[in-house]
């Protein structure tokens, strides 16, 4: 073996500056850590690096192991450049250094050991995969979800499947319980993400994706569509609302049924009635227990209860929606429901609208 040797001459004092060298990488990786402080969900709600499932563990341990031996390849080369450049610097006093050509040790050995990384690294991966596709468990909750411009359709299989609850943007799922997502789209490539959940898994036009995980902790997720899909993509967004199981029962038996329907004929949410069953909005939606049949649209059998309007991006309350009615495409660019109010031939008027937001909160 021949050997690398050092030129005769000034070589590197023993001192403090390689010592300095990790302090002062440990001081960069400060800001880094702070971003994962106890707090960080609250500040990041779509973090990956607080799962509340198995999948969502899988898959940061997986990315932790690639991370790790990333840093230590790294660290480990940069260590030893730093060392070469130090030792073998220019001295203008110096002799001609030893000429070297070859080192079979070392060539061997720097192929095998990346190669044995890649290795281990494969190996973890490719159990990942199976263990994160699994085949759906007896028990689970099957809620088919279709991808929308730029919304989410979720529906649930109720009373041994003769009917279905159909709802928008927010999907409510047990605790305890494994969910199976029969994700497909209608119309272009979409991608459900509920980022403490795990995933990611595309909705596509030709065949049905499946995404299985168990919710452990009850809460709201939020989560949105992560491949993007037109103009209002960034605005694709969704809860996850995770409940105990008797909470998500008392929710899907409530949403099987027809919210209560005004019994006048006079009050704001009568005439609000009358003006969404009977007007434009009955071309795009459907509001349960009323002739209404659009499916353009989300459905709105319930949408009283909703937190969120427009896929997630308002809070659900009075003004928020006397302002989407008004105008929506001025909210979410390219939104398939038209300006309704304002400066527009037969606009409604705004007192109209308080009407229809009056009708439509009302449906709990
Ligand atoms: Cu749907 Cu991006």
């Not at 002062?24 to 990956?48: F, I, S």
Request: glycine share 10%; net charge neutral.
């Amino acid at each position: 073996m021949k050997s690398v040797s050092a030129p005769a001459g000034r070589l590197a004092r023993p001192g403090a500056a390689p010592g300095a060298r990790p302090l002062l990488a440990a001081g960069l990786l400060l800001p880094l850590l702070a971003a994962c402080g106890e707090d960080h969900v609250t500040r990041y709600p779509q973090t990956t690096f607080a799962p509340t499932t198995e999948m969502g563990e899988i898959q940061i341990g997986l990315f932790n192991l690639t991370l790790y031996l990333g840093v230590a390849v790294g660290l480990l080369t940069f260590a030893g450049l730093g060392y070469i450049l130090w030792k073998f610097r220019y001295h203008p006093d110096a002799p001609e250094p030893t000429q070297v050509h070859g080192n079979t040790t070392l060539e061997v050995a720097w192929t095998l050991i990346p190669a044995l990384i890649v290795a281990v690294i494969a190996v973890f991966t490719v159990q990942a995969i199976f263990a994160t596709q699994p085949e759906p468990p007896a028990n689970a909750l099957s809620v088919r979800v279709i991808g929308k411009q730029w919304w989410w359709e979720f529906q649930y299989p109720v009373n041994g499947g003769r009917d279905t609850v159909v709802t928008a943007n927010e999907i409510h799922v047990p605790v305890g319980q494994p969910v199976q997502l029969l994700l497909e789209s209608d119309n272009v490539l979409h991608s459900f993400w509920v980022p403490q959940m795990g995933g990611k898994r595309d909705l596509i036009t030709n065949r049905v994706n499946r995404l299985i995980f168990t919710p452990r902790e009850p809460g709201v997720y939020m989560g949105q569509c992560a491949e993007f899909c037109g103009d209002s993509h960034a605005l694709m967004k969704m809860r996850m609302i995770a409940h105990t199981p008797q909470g998500f029962q008392d929710w899907l038996n409530n949403e099987a049924s027809p919210a209560l329907q005004p019994t006048d004929s006079t009050s704001a949410v009568a005439l609000g009635k009358k003006l969404v069953t009977q007007g434009v909005c009955a071309g795009c939606h459907v509001v349960g227990g009323t002739p209404m049949v659009g499916r353009t649209g989300p459905n709105l059998t319930h949408f009283g209860r909703r937190r969120t309007l427009a896929a997630g991006i308002m809070e659900n309350n009075a003004a928020n929606l006397h302002a989407w009615i008004r105008n929506a495409p001025s909210i979410k660019p390219g939104s398939l429901m038209p300006q309704l109010g304002g400066d527009i031939p037969n606009a409604l008027t705004d007192e109209q609208i308080t009407y229809i937001v009056a009708y439509l909160q009302s449906l709990q």
